[in-house]
């Protein structure tokens, strides 16, 4: 398959004050464009290619193939990153299905709090996630390109941690985005859908 860029589903500035037209245009147009330039150098005349993006991940990572993890995992990563937010999202309220899934994890509270507790514990680059493995909510987290797949369980909501993510708005302090991030930006929505 050829990557390809998406446009992102809002306005630039539409995140504000959370997260800044600065950051999404930095963040969108040149390092997840970055990643696509060069997974698609990457999977020119690969083994991998003509798989679809679930599988090349997965097989990727079998493979230890660093190069082809990062970038086309970062692919991935970020195709739902812009759709894991949207203006007006956050909020204490999961949709029905998602909800009786907390319940079993413990509640919306330890789930928000141990979700930001993964990324601000993610040491150097990577993601926060809350997964779903065995039928059952999980938070855990990844450093770099890597995401839940390769670790064989479903992504529901991924944060970027990656300092490109939040440095222009908020300086080294991840807690304050991380917070800032699941209160007020996540798209409740796109998390049910990814549940399938
Ligand atoms: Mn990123």
């Known amino acids: 398959m050829t990557l390809k860029l998406p446009d992102l ?20 147009d040149k390092h997840h464009q970055a990643y696509v330039d060069n997974g698609n150098k990457l999977l020119a005349g690969s083994k991998y ?12 990572f079998a493979d230890k193939n660093a190069g082809i993890v990062n970038n086309v995992g970062q692919h991935y990563n970020h195709l739902h990153f812009w759709q894991w937010m949207k203006k007006g999202g956050g909020g204490k309220k999961l949709p029905a299905k998602l909800e009786k899934l907390a319940d079993g994890y413990g509640g919306f509270d330890k789930l928000r709090a141990d979700f930001i507790n993964a990324g601000v514990t993610q040491f150097g680059s990577g993601w926060a996630w809350l997964v779903l493995k065995d039928g059952k909510l999980e938070v855990t987290k990844t450093p770099n390109g890597e995401n839940p797949l390769m670790h064989g369980a479903k992504p529901l909501l991924g944060c970027d941690v990656w300092e490109h993510s939040y440095y222009i708005d908020y300086r080294n302090a991840r807690p304050k985005y991380l917070e800032a991030w699941f209160d007020n930006l996540v798209n409740w929505e796109h998390v049910e859908k990814m549940m399938g």
């Open 9 to 28: 589903p809002y306005a630039y500035d539409a995140l504000a004050p959370y997260m800044s037209a600065e950051t999404l245009q930095f963040h969108h």
């Open 49 to 60: 290619e003509g798989k679809s993006l679930e599988d090349i991940c997965k097989e990727a």
